[in-house]
């Protein structure tokens, strides 16, 4: 299965049942992978949305969730260390990784810390792998990702060199475009191509008019909205909460009315 995309937007009236929804789906998801191949691989996402979500999962998902047999990977991380508390991995460890019994050695944080940042993505993608060539299996099961108001995604800030990288899966990012302004690590769109399904996790206003830009963009993407280019073996689903799902148009492809929760 090469990259494509084939989109699913789900809305929920609010943060907290968009969260709930999206911790049955990863956990509906982490079982199926694990009952298929072993193994549930899955990408964190970064920034402030995805807390409540990891929080959840540590406490009323803690024992519906095969843990053990998950191995944790990260979309992107400040150049900071890991208990600074700009760091992505700081933020998962607090809400989720400290309190779940997986395995530390199937944690894989980027190492932020290390200098220079092109030798913790080049660490990296050493332990990630190279893309699979076209049909072999994803190396991922799921990514999770956010989105920034100017349309970036993981590290991928918009007219950024990286969005045209199309071999490496990890890249250094010597100028973040949005707050913290600190030097980035970054999953490339290969890399995040490389799986069995993308997750957009995104709330609030203030992303609305984004939200709506990427999901009009076309089927190549539009290089000022990195989110609008990502790209998956599987499907790319939107777990939108009413207010950041406020400028998509009702009959977007794919846009289900709030399920039932
Ligand atoms: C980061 C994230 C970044 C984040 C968006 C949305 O390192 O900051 O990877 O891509 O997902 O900026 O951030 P919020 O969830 O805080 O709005």
Not at 52 to 65: D, E, M
Not at 207 to 236: D, E, I, Q
């Amino acid at each position: 299965m090469g990259p494509r995309l084939e989109r699913e937007i789900r809305v929920f009236p609010d943060p907290t049942r968009e969260a709930e929804a999206a911790a049955r789906h990863l956990a509906a998801q982490a079982r199926a992978a694990v009952r298929a191949r072993g193994r549930f691989s899955w990408v964190l996402a970064g920034g402030r949305t995805p807390e409540a979500l990891y929080q959840l999962l540590a406490r009323r998902w803690r024992s519906r969730f095969p843990w053990e047999e998950t191995e944790i990977l990260f979309g992107d991380e400040r150049c900071v260390g890991p208990r600074d508390p700009e760091s992505n991995y700081a933020m998962a460890r607090e809400a989720l990784l400290a309190h779940v019994p997986i395995p530390r050695r199937q944690v894989h944080r980027l190492r932020g810390e290390l200098r220079p940042a092109s030798k913790a993505a080049e660490d990296y993608a050493r332990l990630i792998g190279r893309a699979p060539p076209t049909g072999a299996p994803p190396r991922f099961d799921t990514v999770l990702l956010g989105l920034g108001p100017d349309g970036h995604t993981a590290s991928l800030f918009p007219g950024a060199p990286a969005l045209r990288e199309r071999t490496r899966m990890v890249v250094s990012v010597p100028r973040a475009g949005h707050p913290p302004w600190v030097p980035r690590l970054s999953l490339t769109l290969p890399a995040l191509a490389s799986s069995r399904e993308v997750v957009f996790l995104v709330e609030g206003s203030e992303k609305a008019a984004t939200v709506a830009r990427v999901l009009r963009a076309g089927p190549r993407g539009n290089s000022k909205l990195p989110a609008s280019m990502v790209r998956s073996a599987g499907p790319v689903r939107w777990f939108l909460d009413r207010a950041a799902a406020a400028r998509v148009p009702r009959t977007s492809s794919g846009m289900r009315p709030p399920p039932r929760e």
